[in-house]
T-cell receptor, first 110, second 112 residues
Framework: GENVEQHPSTLSVQEGDSAVIKCTYS??????FPWYKQELGKRPQLIID???NVGEKKDQRIAVTLNKTAKHFSLHITETQPEDSAVYFC?????????WGAGTKLIIKP | EPEVTQTPSHQVTQMGQEVILRCVPI?????FYWYRQILGQKVEFLVS????????KSEIFDDQFSVERPDGSNFTLKIRSTKLEDSAMYFC??????????FGPGTRLTVT
């Protein structure tokens, strides 16, 4: 079945540095790739997304890139801040179904 | 800003009992979803619902599960005979048709 692999499972970066999280997916029919941020005990919150007709999208300190040929997409966070600490999930799918990665715990060291 | 709401926030039930989890999606949304997340694990897709019928469902969503949109505002998930392994956080989400899905705060289901 469809599968989404996410790496790394834990990422620790110095405040101010950049963080990169990578995902690969298996279903070539996937056309929608969102990223969610989940703080402890809270709901997942959509932070950025990209569709299959776009290669890159940026929103302030956050950017996402998509390589459809290789079936992988990445989240880039620049100038990391303490409030960026959370678990980040990638997902792949369509309007009807999203398959999620296992999550990356991002730790921002002061 | 409108949000998805869910009730109850925490439900404790005994194995074998039926539970109904309730969600009120964002009012002009057309797509509705249920997900679950076992503590410390990833979010798992259960089912999507559009135009008053199920669009997709996962292997987890077996005959013990059902969904309903009984009126114009509520969207419910029923588990007929709960098992210990059904213990998880259940999230409802809704979308307006442009792919984005917005999550509710979740219902923590504990099966004893």
């Amino acid at each position: 079945g469809e599968n989404v692999e996410q790496h790394p499972s834990t990422l620790s970066v110095q405040e101010g540095d950049s963080a990169v999280i990578k995902c690969t997916y298996s279903d070539s029919a996937s056309n929608y790739f969102p990223w969610y941020k989940q703080e402890l005990g809270k709901r997942p919150q959509l932070i950025i997304d990209i569709r299959s007709n776009v290669g890159e999208k940026k929103d302030q300190r956050i950017a996402v890139t998509l390589n459809k040929t290789a079936k992988h997409f990445s989240l880039h966070i620049t100038e990391t801040q303490p409030e960026d600490s959370a678990v980040y999930f990638c997902a792949a799918g369509s309007n009807y179904q999203l398959i999620w990665g296992a999550g990356t715990k991002l730790i921002i060291k002061p | 800003e409108p949000e998805v709401t869910q009730t109850p926030s925490h439900q404790v039930t005994q194995m074998g009992q039926e539970v109904i989890l309730r969600c009120v999606p964002i009012s002009n949304h057309l797509y509705f979803y249920w997900y679950r997340q076992i503590l410390g694990q990833k979010v798992e897709f259960l089912v999507s619902f559009y135009n008053n019928e199920i669009s997709e469902k996962s292997e987890i969503f077996d005959d013990q599960f059902s969904v309903e949109r009984p009126d114009g505002s509520n969207f419910t998930l029923k588990i007929r005979s709960t098992k210990l392994e059904d213990s998880a956080m259940y999230f409802c989400a809704s979308g307006g048709g442009s792919y984005e899905q917005y999550f509710g705060p979740g219902t923590r289901l504990t099966v004893t």
